[in-house]
């Protein structure tokens, strides 16, 4: 499982979700505003967070003063997903190229174009 016994995710997990995050962080403010969050949904579950989601996000999960999501919350809403359903949180690491042993052997979604997620929301939106 990709948690430890005290219910926390294991460090190798916690710095591929980092890395992920990363990748969605286009100012590198240390936050995903909301463009960043919809285009990690969409290259994680193939389509935007529903609006209800976004609001319990930012009730439950660490948010900046603009109401973005943090690093730390990024993570808080990773480790709440990985107690409640750990395969889930394996399915979006190996879809963001990771390895079962939690080791990044292909980083197809977020690399390849790096505008096509950006242009997919836009254009949906």
Known sequence: PPKTQD????????????E?????????????NRLELERFAVATNG???????????????????NGDLTRAGFLEM?????LSDPSETWRDL???????????????????DPTWGKNAVENSA
């Open 20 to 32: 992920i995050f990363g990748r969605f962080d286009d100012d590198n403010d240390g936050a995903l």
């Open 78 to 82: 990773y480790q709440l997903q990985t």
């Open 94 to 112: 190996i879809k963001h190229g990771y390895s079962i042993q939690i080791k990044l052997i292909n980083r197809a979604t977020g690399s390849a």
């Open 47 to 65: 389509e935007k967070f529903e609006e209800s989601a976004i609001e319990e996000l930012k009730k439950s999960f660490n948010v900046n003063a």
């Open 7 to 18: 219910d926390a995710l294991m460090p190798n997990v916690s710095t591929a979700l980092l």
